[in-house]
């Protein structure tokens, strides 16, 4: 595992774990790893990973990137303790797991002052509008702040290459925008019961947020979003002495619902030298929640979907391979093409219709018998299009399957050339020539079948090169989840 680790500046010490995906590094509060350097673009360059390696590249900024003082012309394979410079900032590139990647039960200290939750504003989300200001209350924030962190969180949270890190995302935001000392999510988990931080996300590094374990438990149970004032700003707690001495925190806890059953909850502290959260603090972080949840949901029910399709796909297509003896020729050539698509950076759009698309790559000549010249090819290819036409999902997917056998040099059934060709299709030809020269030719093993398709003029040579160290690293033989 390897991380990158902010060297200087207002983030010094922020670090993030570099996988299976790309992270950017640039001073929008979207990218990766955000960085406040005047000299940084908003996207400023890009970390990815090929074969198991990681390289860095500049995303077209306007005052370049610097490795170990040097000026990247080009994608450069990093090296543990390279220095990635962007203006003023460093960033090292060393191995290990970042801290905030680490057990985010590790990172947190509870406090389960009584004197707290007796003195804390507590109702349904469903009640907010009957909520009573306290009398000389202030006047109500700039309602156009509210509306950009919510558009910032939908924008987020519907971003089909942020899959993994979009609620992550979510709550650097409320961090930085509400502002926020901590913002965390809960989630109960499934072998103890208990409820666990799943994310946790601070200011700065150092800090290790206290948490109310009382106001936490009492949101999740009774379903009810809690609002704490700091007492020194806050009128509705003047005759509570003890919470003044104490100086406790402003916290703000609501509910995380998925699809209408309550899985957890969201919830943001200030320190005691900071204004307390307000009302409106409190609609909004309820407002942002709600949208995790949809989100939460919409993903559940899409992969939910998304697996009855695949499950139904791939018994037919077991079945059909077993008529030909070339049982398991479909799933194969579907891991292979995610681990390409994976490898290339690929969005989750893409990797699933080349999962599909892979796992059909051979139906339109098992649906025929006999299918060998490009005629018929082309003919069976539209006979089980018709077969499927009425399965929606697949719309996207036949184009591709099309291409299937296609080669760069035009020598393919439909004679399309280089220019014609987009890169999902050369994942997908690469692949389905790989399997079925296994399947054809099984004495003639992986890297001599790579090797002879590599000095095939009809095959990407990047591709080729993706694949051999995709055979190399083991990941063309691993899971198909995307």
């Known amino acids: 595992m390897s991380k990158l680790r902010i060297l200087n500046g207002p983030y010094r010490g922020r670090e993030k774990t570099v996988a299976d995906k790309s992270v950017t590094i640039g001073r929008d509060a979207e990218a990766g790893v955000q960085i406040l350097d005047r000299s940084a673009s908003r996207f400023h360059c890009e970390v990815?990973?090929?074969?198991?390696?990681?390289?860095?590249?500049?995303?077209d900024s306007k005052n370049g990137t610097y490795v170990n003082d040097e000026r990247l012309t080009d994608e450069e394979l990093l090296r543990v303790g390279d220095v990635i410079k962007i203006g003023t900032t460093e960033l090292l590139f060393e191995t290990g797991t970042a801290l905030a990647d680490e057990s985010s039960s590790d990172r947190i200290a509870y406090n389960d002052d009584p004197d707290l939750l007796s003195n804390t504003l507590e109702f349904r989300i469903d009640e907010l509008s009957d909520i009573s200001e306290p009398t000389d209350s202030t006047p109500p924030k700039d309602g156009s702040k509210g509306l950009r962190i919510l558009y910032q969180v939908g924008k987020l949270l519907t971003d089909p290459q942020q899959t993994g890190d979009r609620e992550a995302r979510v709550l650097d935001l409320l961090v930085q925008r509400m502002p926020s000392e901590a913002a965390l999510i809960f989630r109960r988990d499934t072998g103890s019961?208990?409820?666990?931080?799943?994310?946790v996300r601070t200011s700065a590094p150092h800090i290790h947020p206290v948490i109310s374990r009382s106001i936490v438990k009492k949101t999740f149970t009774e379903n009810k979003a809690l609002h704490s004032a700091n007492a020194q700003d806050d009128e509705r707690f003047d005759r509570h002495a003890s919470i003044m001495s104490k100086g406790i925190r402003s916290v703000i806890c609501v509910p995380l619902a998925v699809g209408g059953v309550t899985r957890g909850v969201v919830y943001l502290c200030r320190g005691s030298g900071q204004p307390a959260?307000?009302?409106?603090?409190?609609?909004?972080?309820?407002?942002?929640?709600?949208?995790?949840?949809l989100a939460q949901h919409a993903d559940e029910e899409r992969r939910h979907h998304r697996?009855?399709?695949l499950q139904v796909l791939t018994t037919m297509i077991r079945a059909l391979e077993t008529r030909e003896n070339r049982v398991g020729s479909g799933e194969r050539c579907s891991r292979a093409c995610v681990a390409l698509a994976m490898g290339l950076?690929?969005?989750?759009?893409?990797?699933?219709?080349?999962?599909?698309?892979?796992?059909?790559h051979h139906f339109p000549m098992m649906t025929l018998a006999g299918v060998s010249t490009d005629?018929?090819?082309?003919?069976?290819?539209?006979?089980a299009e018709t077969l499927l036409e009425n399965i929606n999902d697949l719309d996207g997917v036949?184009?591709?399957?099309?291409?299937?056998?296609?080669?760069?040099?035009?020598?393919?059934?439909?004679?399309?050339?280089?220019?014609?060709?987009?890169?999902?299709?050369?994942?997908?030809?690469?692949?389905?020539?790989?399997?079925?020269?296994?399947?054809?030719?099984?004495?003639?093993?992986?890297?001599?079948?790579?090797e002879a398709l590599t000095a095939n003029p009809g095959f990407d040579p990047?591709?080729?090169?993706?694949?051999?160290?995709?055979?190399?690293?083991?990941?063309?033989?691993?899971?198909?989840?995307?």
């Open 375 to 383: 005629s018929g090819f082309i003919n069976a290819t539209s006979k």
């Open 398 to 450: 036949w184009p591709l399957v099309r291409l299937a056998r296609e080669r760069l040099d035009g020598t393919g059934p439909l004679h399309l050339g280089d220019a014609e060709l987009d890169v999902e299709a050369r994942v997908l030809q690469a692949c389905a020539a790989f399997e079925a020269k296994l399947v054809d030719e099984p004495g003639f093993g992986a890297d001599g079948i790579i």
């Open 307 to 309: 697996a009855t399709l």
């Open 462 to 482: 990047q591709v080729m090169k993706l694949l051999h160290s995709c055979h190399l690293d083991g990941s063309l033989y691993g899971s198909s989840g995307v």
């Open 48 to 59: 990815f990973p090929v074969g198991g390696m990681f390289f860095v590249k500049d995303l």
């Open 193 to 199: 019961g208990k409820l666990v931080p799943g994310l």
């Open 345 to 360: 950076r690929l969005n989750l759009e893409s990797r699933e219709r080349l999962r599909i698309a892979g796992l059909l």
């Open 277 to 293: 959260f307000d009302q409106f603090d409190l609609e909004l972080v309820s407002a942002c929640s709600i949208q995790i949840g």
